[in-house]
């Protein structure tokens, strides 16, 4: 796999306009746990706590599973519009993690390595086959470690918008440039946030990002084995060139995908480019022939 850049995949061009984020997106990402858009709600317990994921049916193509975590505040309801986009070609999962969305509350709040245990544990329980697993901003976090402790169960690993840039590692400096990035975004994802909030209560939103803040993701970068794909939007502030230029030279096997007028939200606001970085690291690479 290239090092570096790879801003299109060859013959699925990256699509340069970030995606519409409107009223029919809000309805179908605030649908749970009615089923809307082909995506259905679930309920495991995993680990003793009641375990709620959206997933879509399979579209019987053979392709592997594509589970997709939730950053920070967050839940499952804005990476709806990325669900979506994949639910043609692999059947996707995306779960809330504890304390998050629809997922039951933990006593106290979780930290990357107990969220990280958990998913692990999430996946033992749906007895999948080595998925597609993406993390997006704080979940990059959660599937860096998942990846790096249990490579056995990571056939790829996406990493959008990975927190946190050592240079603003910080409750600070990241709430600042979190603050920057929210007037680069649709502002239709506002009503998600506050939801998403309101559901894991703002104390536990402010103990997750002093976890992430003192997680040091560079240790877990630097033992994935799995191809790898760093996804990020060229306007977004929280990661900036130099970190995501970084994150991506320490993965062993990792490429660069940069989507033009993204932000950091890009699983959100540019779905479909996305999509297609994703079936492209999954797609079959081309034997080596001796000539």
Known sequence: MNRGAAPRPP??????????????????AMAAPRPAGGLTSEWRVVDGLRTHTR????????????????????????????????????????????????????????DVRRHADHLAAW????????????????????????????PDAVRALVLAGPTSDPAARSRQGQFGRWLVDSLREAPLQAPILVRDVWNA??????????HSVRNAIEADLVRVSAPTAVVTGDRDPVVPQRWRDEAT???????????????????TT???AVADAIRHLLAPQPALTDR
């Open 123 to 150: 996946l033992a329980a749906y007895q999948l086959p080595p998925v597609c697993l993406l993390g997006h901003s704080f979940g990059a976090e959660v599937a860096a470690s998942v990846a790096a402790t249990h």
């Open 11 to 28: 013959g699925s061009p990256l699509r340069s306009a970030v995606g519409r984020f409107g009223p029919a997106e809000l309805r179908l």
């Open 201 to 210: 209560r703002p104390w536990r939103v402010l103990a997750t990002l002093s």
């Open 270 to 272: 540019a779905p479909t």
């Open 55 to 110: 997933r879509s049916a399979d579209p019987g193509t053979g392709a592997p599973p594509v589970v997709l975590v939730h950053g920070l505040a967050v839940s499952h309801r804005y990476l709806t519009p990325l669900a979506v986009a994949l639910a043609t070609t692999h059947q996707v999962y995306v779960p809330d993690l504890p304390g998050f969305g629809l997922t039951e509350h933990p006593r106290g709040a979780y």
């Open 249 to 267: 030279r320490l993965v062993p096997e990792a490429a660069l995908v940069v989507v033009p007028g993204a932000a950091h939200n890009v699983v």
